[in-house]
């Protein structure tokens, strides 16, 4: 079964031009100037070469928050709980990105939320908090 978010596997299930390959693991990419092919391994250890135009890597919407327990607060889904200001609830701590939360989880929001956060960081110790 997919962990991704359900309406996502559903857009991609539609979608004649699309192959979704359950319990596999790439292993390698092939291909001169653009993809011509990727190595799968499924999880009996068969292998597979699929020939492809395109690939799309997507990272699990699950967050990598182990080693936080019980440093930091995390959500029931396990991702870092924050402030308005990506605070934690450890002073002097703070969370950007994919580990604050499932909405909108794009490089996009992660590298934007970066230099504002840095702000707050630096006037934070400036002031002394």
């Not at 391994?41 to 997507?58: E, F, M, N, Y």
């Not at 889904?77 to 924050?82: E, K």
């Not at 934690?88 to 939360?101: I, K």
């Amino acid at each position: 079964e997919f962990r991704a978010k359900r309406e996502f596997v559903d857009a991609a299930r539609r979608l004649n031009n699309v192959d979704l390959l359950m319990d596999k693991r790439v292993t390698a990419l092939s291909g001169d100037v653009s993809i011509e092919s990727v190595d799968v391994v499924d999880a009996g250890g068969s292998k597979q070469t699929i020939p492809c135009d395109a690939l799309l890597i997507r990272v699990g919407v699950v967050p990598n928050t182990d080693l936080f327990k019980g440093h930091l607060r995390l959500d029931e889904m396990g991702f870092i709980t924050t402030d308005d200001e990506m605070r934690t609830s450890v002073a002097g701590v703070w969370a950007v990105g994919d580990v604050t939360g499932p909405i909108e989880m794009t490089i996009a929001n992660a590298v934007a939320a970066g230099p504002r956060v840095a702000e707050k960081i630096v006037a934070s110790l400036a002031s002394g908090e």
